[in-house]
């Protein structure tokens, strides 16, 4: 018997610690599963389903199911991958994303899991929702239209920077992010460019004001590397 | 109707104060706060979230999630007419044209000068009586044309609903079959006495023999849950009774709480006994309200009684009582995780289980969520034991099920069975005379077509939270899963991405089917969604939602191809239609004219 336990992802050995979720095991052995509302500083959220995997032939979330050993896990398969492109389909038509004008393009989780993928069209029709934009605080713009409601803003005030600056409201596709002010405005918080929910949002809905194009689209993180071959990267650098 | 700035804040600090200041209490507040003007105004939110120290966005966090909340003014009646598809077999929208004619006020508006406003809800829990409406919040049955002309005449003449006729108000049971529950004389207090005599630890004992399971649907050993929550350690337990009873097509635990509240009540207060918990929570869906009154009564007349309080029934140390909460308009709240974060004053959006409210439940404490129905069957195994329960039913469904049939039938209602009855055995007793299809516990269930009346209702084979919805030889099946799809998209809390978004998709596909425009490929498109909301979906809401629209397509596919277009595809863009405004103001009549193929 070896003295540490192991679970199989996709038929290879994963070597995990008590505690840890298929997720954390996977992405710290740099095994990559698809993720978008998962942060390593916070609580499994378990809202995208992105890392729906299979466990022991049962349907789970990879950021909320607990590691254990002899588990057989599958993940990178044709079925599950077929699920997480629907997936993406869904949130770019629930939403409004314009890549080619966005900032974050080329830093975008969605986009860049769009093209791991190979979500090669929306698919669906689009919702086209009429979301305003919140341009009032001076330091950064909130487009609502591209947000996914993964909560990481959410949680980043709440729980990081200490100031609850938004909630998540609403229910069905009504479910919207809220800002805690009497206005309803960014600006009537005491939200700054400095607290970690600025700086969060894996798609382009929170947006640090004047910075545009500093890093040209085309060398930007996921332009250069494919957003699964940098997660398995970064973890072999880490080992 | 509109209060002074100075009256409003007094009366709004009454209801804080009424409710402990305790932010766990939102959802009871704002449905007191919305009473003062029957909507909740910015200032009233504001005012709400520094009197129980919370953010504004925590508080909109739950208002905005349940349909009963208004954040705009409404009229001073507000009619909502219940919509489930049995409201709509009975004519419910024929009626509700007559009344917004009538009124002259359109879905979801609001009477320029703010007497009425009309719209429609999910299902009341009326269906065997419909069409019913709520009428600020209190139901009526059995809507006729000539019913709503009566309620237009009381609103135009602004009489109070509490004074209107006693009559349009009358619900009746109608149980058709009663059996080991229903069929029963229970005196309050019996079956505590029993199992007071035979101690906690051989009262658990019984109830495991019984092997008695939920009757919510999900057929969990209650025996099992209990112990698991006594075992749990803790300083505190609750018992929770979920009466959140939303979905479509079920109303026997309406029944149960209008006509059984002693055996509701003391089933919770044996859960206390078994598990130590002294905490006990009814969760009555907001479309019950008219019960919340008497219910009150029965707790007060209970504690009197001594069989609930302090020291019940003398026993030193047994301490158990019961405080209702009140649901508002939120169907996910029958999801036992859903329904603790509403207790807790939030928004109803299932928890990630584990861990499982047992261990870590209401306030974080260890809770037992028991059906209505379970909790009046605990009551029969106190008096009867758990072997004699046993007999009854089959092997892995002891007991009998309390099913409500509605639908194309002579005598819907209530109809009690020992487990294992046929499907064809129910629709025999109700009086269905050419069924084509029965929907088995609502939406969330099983559509069952004419070659599976042989199947029975049984945790093993069909099982059921308890709806039975008939449906005859001329009724188009396509229609019933379209009600079903929209009922969910606008149930899905929104909290994954396959349900908030799938269920939306889905609707979308079906209004298209149903205007003519859809082909093969919708179809299709339609089986993928349900593959992947039901594999990816966080709770049984999404994992659900796509499967009546499974089954009616494998069942009923004619129903479907009917109002297919003819051709492989059609998008969802209509360039016609869009272009028809642009085609009468230039006044030119060629429609199709961009098209290739129109000669």
């Not at chain 2, 051709?567 to 272009?579: Q, V």
Request: charged content about 25%.
């Amino acid at each position: 018997m070896s003295d540490y336990e192991t679970f199989l992802l996709d038929g290879r050995p994963v070597r995990f610690e008590r505690g840890q979720t298929i997720l954390e095991a996977a992405l710290a052995a740099g095994h990559y599963i698809p993720n978008l509302c998962h942060h390593p500083e916070f609580k499994p959220h378990g809202s995208c389903k992105l890392c729906t995997i299979k466990v022991n032939g049962r349907y789970g979330s990879a950021c909320t199911v607990k590691a254990m050993p002899g588990q057989e896990v599958s993940s990178d398969t044709p079925e599950l991958n077929g699920n997480r492109r629907v997936l993406l389909q869904m949130l770019f038509v629930e939403g409004s994303h314009f890549c080619p004008g966005c900032e974050k393009s080329g830093n975008c989780a969605l986009q860049a899991l769009a093209y791991d993928l190979e979500m090669l069209t929306p698919h669906y029709a689009h919702f086209y929702p009429s979301r305003p934009l919140d341009a009032s605080h001076p330091d950064v713009l909130i487009d609502f239209n591209r947000c996914i409601m993964c909560e990481l803003c959410v949680r980043a005030s709440r729980e990081v920077d200490g100031k609850n600056v938004f909630a998540l409201a609403g229910r069905g596709v009504a479910s919207h992010v809220v800002v805690n002010s009497p206005s309803g405005k960014l600006a009537d918080t005491d939200f700054a460019l400095t607290d970690k929910a600025a700086h969060i949002c894996p798609v382009g809905a929170i947006l640090p004001k004047r910075v545009g194009f500093a890093v040209p689209i085309g060398s930007r993180t996921y332009d250069v590397d494919a957003i699964s071959t940098l997660a398995e990267r970064r973890a072999t650098e880490e080992a | 109707m509109t209060k002074t700035g100075k009256a409003h804040e007094t009366e709004l600090d009454r209801v804080l104060d009424r409710n402990r200041r305790d932010r766990g209490r939102l959802v009871q507040i704002l449905r007191e706060a919305q009473a003062i003007e029957g909507w909740i105004p910015p200032e009233t939110v504001t005012a709400i979230a520094q009197g129980l120290g919370m953010a504004i966005g925590e508080v909109e966090s739950t208002l905005e999630f349940y349909s009963f909340f208004y954040r705009r003014p409404r009229g001073d009646y507000v009619v909502l007419f219940s919509d489930n598809i049995t409201d709509r077999m009975l004519g419910n929208q024929a009626i509700f044209e007559h009344m917004a004619r009538r009124f002259g006020v359109a879905r979801g508006e609001v009477s320029p000068d703010g007497l009425v406003s009309l719209d429609f809800t999910s299902c009341t829990g009326l269906c065997d009586q419909g069409p019913a409406i709520l009428v600020n919040g209190i139901a009526i049955p059995k809507m006729t044309l000539r019913r709503a002309d009566q309620i237009h005449d009381l609103i135009r003449s602004k009489v109070p609903v509490s004074d209107w006729p006693k009559d349009l108000f009358e619900i009746d049971h109608n149980i058709r079959r009663a059996d080991m529950l229903l069929g029963s004389d229970f005196m309050p207090g019996s079956a505590l006495k029993a199992a007071i005599a035979m101690g906690p630890e051989a009262f658990l004992t019984e109830v495991k023999r019984s092997n008695l399971r939920g009757r919510g649907g999900a057929g969990f050993t209650t025996g099992v849950k209990w112990e698991a929550a006594k075992k749990a350690q803790a300083d505190e337990r609750f018992i929770v009774c979920n009466a959140d009873e939303g979905e479509p097509g079920t109303f026997k635990d309406r029944v149960l709480l209008q006509f059984y509240p002693e055996r509701v009540f003391e089933g919770m207060a044996l859960a206390g006994f078994v598990t130590g918990a002294r905490h006990g929570l009814v969760y009555l869906r907001g479309e019950y309200l008219y019960l919340l009154a008497p219910l009150e009564e029965k707790l007060a007349e209970l504690r009197a009684g001594r069989l609930l309080g302090r020291a019940i029934q003398g026993v030193e140390g047994f301490d158990f009582d019961i405080e209702i909460h009140m649901g508002a308009g939120a169907y996910i709240c029958g999801e036992e995780t859903a329904l603790i974060e509403s207790l807790e004053g939030k928004a109803g959006r299932p928890r990630i289980r584990p861990p499982f409210p047992v261990v870590c439940g209401y306030r974080n404490k260890p809770t037992v969520v028991n059906n209505v129905e379970t909790l009046c069957k605990v009551t029969e195994i106190a008096l009867q034991g758990g072997a004699g329960y046993e007999g009854f039913g089959t092997k892995q469904s002891t007991g009998t099920k309390i099913l409500s049939v509605s639908g194309d039938c002579e005598r819907p209602g209530i109809y009690e069975y020992p487990f294992g009855v046929r499907v064809g055995q129910v629709l025999d007793d109700c009086g269905a005379r050419s069924p084509k299809a029965v929907q088995i516990s609502g939406p969330a269930g099983t559509c069952l077509g004419i070659r599976e009346f042989g199947r029975r209702i049984a945790f093993e084979d069909v099982p059921t939270a308890g709806a039975f919805m008939v449906f005859g030889e001329h009724r188009d099946m396509f229609a019933v899963a379209h009600n079903f799809a929209h009922f969910f998209a606008h149930e899905s809390c929104g909290f994954c991405t396959p349900c908030r978004v799938g269920t939306a998709i889905q609707a979308k596909i079906m209004d298209k089917i149903a205007a003519g425009h859809a082909t093969q490929y919708e179809m299709n498109e339609l089986q993928h969604l349900h593959d992947v909301m039901r594999t990816g979906s966080h709770c049984g809401l999404g994992q659900t939602a796509g499967g009546a629209i499974a089954d009616t397509i494998g069942k009923f596919r004619d129903d479907y191809e009917q109002k297919l277009a003819r051709k492989d595809f059609e998008p969802a863009f209509d360039l016609d239609a869009a272009l028809a405004r642009a085609r009468a103001v230039t006044g030119r009549d060629d429609a199709d004219s961009h098209m290739l193929d129109h000669a």
